[in-house]
RNA sequence: GGUCGCGUGGCCGAGUGGUUAGGCAGAGGUCUGCAAAACCUUGUACGGCGGUUCGAAUCCGCCCGUGACCUCCA
């Protein structure tokens, strides 16, 4: 019996802007596409949260039975930079300056990009397009909205016609801009000669002469309009109509906004049913940014090299943060935030080894377990409450250390079903792994085990100046001994 | 300037028209030779000013603070 039947998950839908129930429109299948990082630089902290959040989309859709072909791009055709920067390309920038091939500069941020989401745990997606490999798709699409008479050709450009669009249809309704007001506020900007109006956006663009990215079209040499390559490959990997598209709210508008625009004009439907946005990370309250010197990448995090950080963060501590606030909210980052996380996350996970060696009792003790079950999925079928999930989980963690102090009790089916249930909300659903269980090898093993049988026989002599060296020189070394009524226990801790 | 969002206790962060969020930190206790871990108990709260209501931190208005976006920039 698939979970899902009896799971009413219930999520945000940006176009609505209001929680609506998840139906599959061909259950068990769900198509799922999310926004993926444009590779010019390491993966910073920005890129976490839709990676996380959405992972956990993944997770828990997958958890409730059905079967989900994610789909997350790479963004590595390079698209053009607002600031000072008379408008060069990221990407063509990025290589110049590191004297670079630009596919040399995509393929290491891709793998940059790669390796800190398998640190996070960040599942990967079931399939990883790359705009640049999709050109040919891009521009059969940007001829269908030609056809259709949606955009103009200009110069060897072409444009999609926004106000034509709209007279049709519905330019805004996803961001809530209003066309008129966006036409009255536009900044004169230099380039934009060619379009009819302000509010146009570019579906083919020319190349300049020094533009390294280029491919040919029947427009002209030139390179792919930037929303373009979401529309293109969400519909040839997901079809033309599809479940859900997330990404940060920061792309909402224009980016989504266009996206619709795109697939209506193209197809004459909407091809998204739900739009999910995650909130932005602020670092000690302020916006990340380049210019205000708090942009933290994760390596940095990881390694705790960056002036801000007082310490580094495991990937875990990051993903156990970023799941403790709900995706839709902003989340602040901050060195005693991060800390806390870190501590919470290592009460939960040995929880998860006392459970594993709990012992059931006779009397059925005071976990309802039924109960749990209910306020978990509940938890996760209202909008993927995942901070709710882990206040319960806190919650059962009391009731679990109790029982295996000898305070509580639980029955052999129930312990049973709590593993299960704990176990899979932990690992599965939350994709939280005990990264603290490093390799220690066999050799270290036993020498510890050895050095603390010895000072178990120490402390029967009441030598307590020899036992506690030990001890304190152990955890000089990171080793934490806790001691036992018969015995001991260790662990190498961070 | 425009649009949208947010403002909860020492820190982070849920939630709700009248009843405990949770974590971290703090205080007291149990256990322990001492620790650690665990468990028990415990304090501090809803930006400001008005309004609606029997009752609002939860709804409405204004103000203040803060964040995102504002056309080729995740």
């Not at 930037?226 to 224009?254: N, Q, T, V």
Request: with cysteine; proline share 3%; aromatic share 10%.
């Amino acid at each position: 019996m698939s979970k899902y039947k009896e799971n009413k998950l219930y999520i945000f839908n940006t176009l609505n802007r209001k929680k609506e129930v998840f139906q599959a429109m061909n259950p068990p299948h769900v198509g799922m596409y999310v926004c993926g990082p444009t590779v010019y630089g390491d993966p910073h902290l920005g890129h976490a949260r839709p990676a996380v959040t959405f992972d956990l989309l993944f997770r828990y859709l997958k958890h409730l039975g059905y079967k989900v072909r994610y789909v997350r791009n790479i963004t590595d055709v390079g698209h053009l930079e607002s600031d000072a920067d008379e408008g060069e390309d990221k990407i063509l920038k990025k290589a110049r300056l590191e004297q670079l091939e630009p596919m040399e500069v995509v393929q290491q941020y891709t793998n940059s990009y790669h390796d800190s989401m398998a640190r996070l745990n960040v599942l990967p997606p079931s399939i990883e397009p790359r705009a640049s490999g999709h050109i040919i798709e891009q521009q059969v699409m940007a001829e269908e909205i030609l056809e259709n008479g949606y955009a103009y050709e200009s110069n060897g450009s072409l444009y999609f016609d926004v106000i034509k669009y709209h007279k049709d249809y519905n330019y805004g309704r996803l961001s809530g801009r209003v066309l008129e007001d966006l036409i009255s506020n536009a900044r004169e900007l230099e380039g934009q000669e060619e379009k009819r109006n302000s509010v146009d956006f570019a579906l083919w663009k020319k190349a300049a002469p020094a533009h390294i990215m280029r491919w040919p079209s029947k427009w002209g040499e030139g390179f792919p309009g930037w929303h373009l390559e979401c529309s293109a490959m969400s519909s040839k990997y997901l079809g033309k109509r599809f479940d859900i598209h997330g990404g940060g709210m920061d792309l909402l508008f224009p980016h989504h906004e266009c996206e619709i625009a795109q697939s209506v004009a193209a197809t004459g439907k909407d091809a998204v049913r739900y739009w999910m946005h995650n909130n932005m990370v602020t670092i000690n309250g302020q916006k990340m940014g380049k210019s205000l010197g708090n942009f933290v990448t994760l390596k940095e995090l990881f390694t705790g090299s960056h002036k801000l950080l007082e310490k580094s963060y495991s990937p875990m501590t990051i993903r156990f943060f970023m799941l403790q606030a709900h995706y839709g909210s902003t989340l602040d980052f901050s060195n005693e935030a991060l800390a806390a996380a870190g501590k919470g996350l290592v009460r939960l996970m040995s929880t998860l080894k006392v459970l594993d060696r709990l012992e059931p009792g006779g009397a059925p003790g005071s976990l309802d377990i039924g109960e749990f079950e209910k306020k978990a999925y509940g938890a996760m079928n209202d909008d993927l409450g995942s901070p709710q999930l882990i206040a319960h989980l806190f919650d059962t963690s009391r009731f679990i250390n109790s029982a295996f102090a000898g305070n509580d009790s639980i029955t052999a089916g129930d312990l049973e079903r709590l593993r299960h249930l704990f176990g899979s909300f932990v690992s599965d659903v939350l994709g939280l792994t005990g990264e603290e269980d490093r390799e220690i090898g066999g050799l270290v093993s036993k020498l510890v085990d050895l050095l603390l049988n010895i000072r178990l026989e120490v402390k029967k002599k009441k030598d307590f100046e020899l036992s506690d060296r030990i001890r304190d020189e152990l955890a000089s070394f990171g080793i934490e001994v806790r001691d036992k009524k018969d015995g001991f226990e260790w662990e190498i801790k961070g």
